[in-house]
């Protein structure tokens, strides 16, 4: 088979069992790549040998990272993320306190007024700060933690402000994440410095989910804090590595001209059920054979309408501890 580059013709999702995907996170994260995971198992089970380290610069909720640890397809990895909230969390966990803080979660009585103590407070100790950044993340609309987002009223199933509050699955996600804790590192700073850093390790690899802004595009830009980014940059300095890389994106006219001036592939994804099947991401990379003769993916998740002046869910039809 030929390998399709800058088609624009994606396969008709088949089945994909979304349950054999293991939630990890202990976010729930706009633009999150969990639905990618089976994708994301193949691209590095290609890989010629085992690599010693994923570098992932954007690393947001971080399930790219999580997956790749945990199943055990590298031996480390990098987590870099500049939005400090977030930061947080990884720092703690990556610092030993993955239990403490999940402790806290566990013991946390949710309701209104609670919420609204712990978010009003001005945390001073990094792992105080990871705590608030998961209620937060909880009990907002649609996981996002950037300004201008309200917390949840009526929620799900009229169960209000915690209807996206597990503690338990919370707390078993971050004690699972504990046992592989010396095999991941945390960076609270810009991707790029780090791109750049491990741009000469052959034995490295790179997954590259940025905020989807190219193009002047407004999704990424209402979902996370840090939203602004040099995509140009961004191809030229992965033009660089020495590593294998791959890249998620919006498929945009802007993206796919990117990826042919620096002669890359570009292969559309669905990224959601037959249902909703319109929407698709481009996985980029130099190499994408890989991705031949595999099943589609399937995901039912939140789809965020960039269209309108809020984002709303128009696409959630299962409720999940996500
Ligand atoms: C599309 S999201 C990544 C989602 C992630 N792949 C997941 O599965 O949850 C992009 C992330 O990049 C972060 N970000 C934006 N600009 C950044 C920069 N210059 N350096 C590091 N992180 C950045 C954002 O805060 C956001 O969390």
């Known amino acids: 088979m030929q390998t399709l580059l800058f088609s624009d013709q994606c396969e008709q999702p088949k089945a994909v069992n979304v349950a054999s995907v293991p939630q990890r996170s202990p976010f729930r994260y706009p633009g999150g790549k969990t639905w990618f995971v089976p994708r994301l198992r193949e691209w590095l089970q290609s890989q010629t040998q085992k690599p010693a380290l994923l570098v992932e610069p954007f690393v947001g909720g971080g399930i790219v990272s999580l997956t790749a640890v945990m199943e055990n397809f590298v031996d480390r990895a990098l987590m870099v993320e500049l939005d400090q909230e977030i930061a947080a969390v990884w720092q703690t966990i990556v610092d030993g306190d993955a239990e403490w803080l999940a402790d806290r979660i566990q013991n946390f009585e949710l309701t209104r007024d609670t919420v609204d103590a712990v978010l009003g407070m001005n945390r001073r100790s990094v792992k105080e700060r990871a705590f608030q950044t998961i209620i937060k993340n909880r009990t907002n609309h649609g996981g996002i933690l950037a300004a201008g ?172 501890a996500s």
């Open 149 to 320: 987002t309200g917390t949840l009223r009526k929620g799900e199933a009229g169960k209000g402000i915690s209807s996206r509050w597990y503690p338990a699955t919370l707390a078993k996600r971050l004690k699972a994440i504990d046992h592989f804790v010396g095999r991941f590192s945390f960076m609270h700073c810009d991707a790029f410095e780090v791109i750049e850093a491990h741009s000469t390790k052959a034995d490295a690899v790179f997954f590259i989910d940025p905020p989807y802004t190219a193009g002047g595009k407004k999704a990424g830009s209402r979902l996370y804090t840090h939203h602004a980014l040099d995509h140009e940059k961004l191809f030229r300095v992965c033009s660089r590595l020495e590593g294998d890389f791959i890249m998620t994106y919006d498929n945009a006219p802007e993206v796919k001209k990117l990826a042919k001036e620096f002669g890359f592939q570009a292969k559309p994804i669905s990224m959601k059920n037959t249902h909703h099947a319109e929407m698709t991401e481009l996985v980029i990379g130099r190499d994408l054979d890989w991705m031949m003769g595999i099943d589609r993916l399937l995901e039912e998740q939140a789809v965020y309408n960039a269209t309108s002046k809020r984002f709303k869910k128009t696409a959630i039809k299962r409720k999940r």
